[in-house]
């Protein structure tokens, strides 16, 4: 039974860094990803990543956020650079147990296996 784990979440100031992480119990995964939900509002995609290493990214995300995995370590990270206040928001590691041959971060009906979130707070 697949469980994932986050970690990484805090509170920082306007323009810092974050790394999450997320290990897995396993890592027989097609796809892994990471949503978010900001207080009040519904959940956004950020990014996701294929076992093959190919990427995708929410709009809006390209650039300060890079998602990347060490498949020895069981492990998907999401490094958020210049946080703004409107990063803040719960941030949701999820994986797919099949590979869905569409942009990732478009179905996220597809991801059945969710971790229970860190907390990201930026203040100005």
């Known amino acids: 039974h697949l469980k994932l784990e986050e970690s990484g979440g805090g509170s920082v100031q306007a323009g810092g860094s974050l790394t999450l992480s997320c290990e897995a119990s396993?890592?027989?995964?097609?796809?892994l990803g990471w949503f978010r939900q900001a207080p009040g509002k519904g959940i956004q995609g950020v990014a996701c990543?294929?076992?093959?290493?190919?990427?995708d990214y929410g709009d809006a995300m390209l650039g300060r956020f890079t998602v990347s995995q060490d498949r020895a370590k069981k492990t998907v990270y999401l490094q958020i650079t210049d946080l703004a206040p409107e990063d803040t928001a719960t941030y949701f590691c999820?994986?797919?147990?099949?590979?869905?041959?569409?942009?990732?971060?478009?179905?996220?009906?597809?991801?059945?296996?969710w971790g229970r979130g860190t907390q990201v707070t930026v203040s100005s």
């Open positions: 999820v994986a797919s147990l099949t590979y869905f041959g569409e942009p990732c971060l478009s179905r996220i009906d597809k991801y059945s296996v």
């Open positions: 396993e890592y027989t995964v097609a796809t």
């Open positions: 990543i294929y076992r093959e290493g190919r990427t």
